[in-house]
């Protein structure tokens, strides 16, 4: 990983439209440090630390500031991040997101509703918008990287998710209107912030957020093979 503080080569061809990157290589304090130097996050209730990656249970999250990460659901954006099983063996719950599901509208990429991973771009509530779940149930006990694209078409089949760098196959659904409202931007999540509905169990070694264009099926193979090659 790299060391903490270090920025990432921008240069990189991966790293065009990269707009954070959190290697969680801190190993401890609260502190998440933004490799593209841009959005560092603050852990909240009690983000541990476990074989040198961010171990969440519950209530835990990483927030980051309002406005360095802003999307609409005209934007084009990727997300990826790597997960595994925590101390108790769970790993389950929203990974990335702007919103509390219960709030505001804006998206949210979560495993759902077991190791489904799902990308929702919805109002708060989620009675509209639209989102695309994975059809396969990865809750196999392994570290996954899971990762999505949304080409900014304001519809379901705008997403495409990945698993460990591959395509997976997933159910479009559209709810309500279909159209999630105006995003409010509260920042970006790492973990749940609303603790009831889906809280994160898991091991977070790295995620990462592209905005103004997308990996593509060529890129989140990369990472997946080797993140640290931004």
């Known amino acids: ?10 240069t990189a061809p991966l790293a065009r439209y990269l707009k954070a990157f959190w290697a969680f290589s801190e190993g401890a304090g609260a502190g998440f440090n933004d490799a593209v130097g841009n959005a560092n996050g603050r852990g909240v209730n009690s983000v541990a630390w476990r074989a040198g990656n961010g171990e969440f249970a519950g209530s835990a999250y990483v927030r980051t500031p309002v406005g360095k990460l802003k999307t609409t659901s005209a934007s084009v954006f990727s997300g ?3 997960v595994g099983r925590n101390k108790a063996n769970q790993y389950t719950g929203v990974m990335l997101s702007d919103i509390s599901i219960l709030g505001s509208p804006g998206w949210v990429f979560q495993l759902y509703p077991g190791a489904q991973p799902s ?15 994975s059809n396969t149930d990865f809750n196999d006990g392994k570290p996954h990287v899971f990762g999505f694209d949304y080409n900014g078409s304001g519809a379901a089949s705008g ?6 760098g591959k395509v997976v196959a997933t159910t479009p659904t559209t709810s309500g209107t279909g159209i999630p409202g105006t995003f ?17 169990y ?29």
């Open 159 to 164: 997403i495409t998710i990945y698993v460990d």
């Open 119 to 133: 990308l929702w771009l919805v109002n708060g509530g989620a009675s509209n918008g639209f989102y695309a779940t």
């Open 184 to 200: 409010v931007d509260l920042g970006v999540l790492i973990g749940d912030r609303d603790v009831t509905p889906y809280p994160l």
């Open 1 to 10: 990983k790299p060391l903490v503080g270090a920025l990432i080569d921008r």
């Open 202 to 230: 898991g091991n977070v070694e790295y995620a990462g957020m592209w905005i103004g264009g997308n990996l593509g099926a060529a890129g989140h193979a990369a990472i997946a093979a080797n993140p640290w090659q931004l």
């Open 80 to 82: 990826v991040i790597k």
